[in-house]
Structure formats: C-alpha cells, structure tokens
C-alpha cells in the first residue's frame, strides 16, 4: 500500500494534537495522581521522569520508525520490515493488548461522562440538596445498568470519529479537543492554587519520600510512562505509518513526550493542592477524582461550573486515547481482512464493549469474581500496564535495536538523509542496551522473579 492511498495527517500540528490525543488520557489525570499519592509524591515523579527519558521516548520514536517505514497497522509494518520472521507477533500482542486496555479504560471514561451529566444537572437546577460524594459514587458504579450504557456511549462517540477517518476524524478533533482540554486545565490550575493551604499540597507533589520506593513501586512507575505514552503495544506504530515523510519524528517524539509529562504535573497541580487545602488524604487509591472531587467542588464557590469543567476535561482526555486504541483495531481489521472501515468499528466496537462489560460489572454484581485476588478490572489494568506494554516496549527497542538494519533506521530517522542527526548514536545506544536493560531488570523485579 503506498502513501497516496493511504489516509494520513495532514499538518505538523494534525500530528502532533492527535499522538497526544493519545497519549494524554486518563493516564494523565486520574492514574497519574493517584499514583504519586500512594507512592511517596516526588519520589515517584522522579523515577517516573528517568523512565520517560529513557524509555518511553526511545521507545516511542522506535514504533514511529517500525510504522513510517512499515506503512501499515502494527502486524502488518512489522510483516514489512521482517518478511519471514516472527517479528509480526508483537504487532498482533499488541493489538490484543489495545483491545484489554480499551475494554477497563472505556469503563472509567463512561464514569466520567456521568460526572459531566451530573454536573450539568448541577447547572441548571435550583435544588441545594448537598449529597455525600462517597455515597453518590458508590450508588452509581456498582450498579449495573447505568455504566453500562455510559460505557457504550463512551464507544459509540470514539467509533463516530473513527469512521470519519484519519484525517477528518481523528486529526481533525484532536485539533479542537486538546487545546480545549488544555485551557480547561489552566483555568482550574489557577483556580487551586488560589486556595488557602494550597501550598501542603505543592510541597507534597515536589518533594520526595524515598522510603516508599521498593521494586514494587519502580515497576509501577514504568508501567504508568508507557501507558502513559501509548508506547508498546503499536498504536504509536499505527499512528507512525500517518506520519508524512518530511516531518521531523524526533522532534514530534520529544515534544510530545514533555507535553504528556507536563500535563501530568499540572494535573497533579491541580489535584494535590485541592486536596490539601480541603483537608483530605493524598492516598486515595482510583477513587480519588470521583469521591474527592465532588466533595471539594461542593465546598467552593462557583464549583458546580468547576466540576463540569473538570469533568468535561477527564472525559475528553479519555475519549481521545479510547480513539486512538479503537484505531489500531480497526485499521487491522480494515488492512488484513478488507472490512470497510464503518464494519470494521463497529466489530471492533461491539466486541471491546461485550468484554469490557466484565470490568464494569466487576465493580457491581461481579465484585464477587476474584482472579489472583484481584477484580477483573484489576486483573485487565495489571496485564496490560504491567506485563503486555512494558513487554511490548522490550520488543519493539530490541527488534530495531539489535535485528534490523541501522542504515535503513538512519534513512526514516533522518529523513532521507535530509536532518542532521547528532543524537543517532545515542539513541542506538539507548535501543540497545540502556532500554531493553532497564525494562528487563524493573520487570523481573517487579514481578519478583528474582
Ligand atoms: N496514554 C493513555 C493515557 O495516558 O491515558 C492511555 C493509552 C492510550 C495507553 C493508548 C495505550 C494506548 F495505546
């Protein structure tokens, strides 16, 4: 398949909006903070830096070169780069991974739009009836209907901007919805840190306890920069084979990786401050945007508008990742069994939701249902944060790193010979051995293999 027939980005900013469309999602703005809560604030901020720096944006700028120069979904460019070789299993692991993370991630995206329902209620009504945040949680997501329907609706809007296509769907919301998810997060950064005692709460995200760092938390802190940066499971592979040949990977690679950082931190501004000032505990597990925030926005003033921002926010950050897991999906379906692409999302649609109704109900009827102790939210979270995606990010640096030709790396790197390329050592050295190294030994530790 050659370029011309292939749908792509259009423009620099096109790429740029929808790969952190991308990447910054829940990940960001619901796991990121509670993460930093639980494990020792800056001290995890600081692991979790190293492990974007030399992991996450190595790897990231591997699966643009695998996708570029493959042209094709993530089975089919790594078929390309490696004919005859099995090197296309970590394209196929990786879309079984995109559909297990789309299957738990559209459950809290459609918790999110019932947030925004409530608190566009919350707008218009009259009624000054305070209600317990913990109790309005609790009631809404153990049951089993209403997330349901949340859930599908969360697919179905995702599916709508898929059929539109790469360019006129994906690129083109990316380009709206993420400076508005931007401007919304300023607006309620400027709010927080308005409040009294807002400074407890800086304190608590910059500075460090190391005393919580154990290997536990050091696979926690990989696990959360390649989640957090899509990488390692081929959607930045499938979002490279978009990529048109004049743009500079490396640059869009780093930009977006600050951006993603950035946007976690003032996330983490925007959450941690509020907290302390309202007296609550930083360590509130994945409750914590659903339970804490509520009760904060109900003790401000103004806050029914704040919390419809904030939720509009969540929920946008959501839709746009949920978009991009669908587009992997779909594009194979589309490429390798020659669906339309209409057919191809609402397959895809259809059968993320029908699993992912597992991991809505685990939190209601099916709290019951324990593997390895854990639900099987937690269950589908741990394997694909924890095991497919660092795995995943393994192979895709090892198999560029170590089994496929330098000089045709430096050829898509460089633009054809057309960008000065003073890092190119570097970053080889970083393929080779620097990455594969750290993800192995963060995982076998992690897993307590050894
Ligand atoms: N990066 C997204 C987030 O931080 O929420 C989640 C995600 C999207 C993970 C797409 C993996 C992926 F391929």
Redo the contacts with the bound molecule.
Sequence with gaps: MNQTSRDGFSSRFGIFAAVIG???????IWRFPYMVGENGGAAFLIVYCAFVLIIGIPAMLSEFIIGRRGQGNSYRSFKQLAPQKPWYWIGLVGIFA?FI?LTFYSVITGWTLEYVAIALKDVFSSSTVVQDPAQVFEHFHTQALKPLIWQIVTMLISAIVIMLGVRKGIESSAKILMPLLFICLAILAVKTLTLPGSVEGLRFLFSPDFSKINSGVILKALGQAV????VG?G?LITYGSYIRKDVNMSRTAFSVAIADLLIAVLAGIVIFPALFSFGMAPEQGPGLVFVVFPGIFQQMIGGVYFALLFFMLVAIAGIT?II??LEVIVVYFVEEFKLKRVFATLVAATLACGLGAFSTLSFGPLKHVKIFNQSIFDNSDFLASNILLPLGAFFVVVFLGWFYDINQIKDELGNQGTLKMRLFPVFMFIIRYVAPIAILLVFLKGLNIF
């Design positions: 991308s990447a910054i999602g829940l990940g960001n995109a993370i989640f957090s940066l899509s499971m959607c990742s991009s897991l």
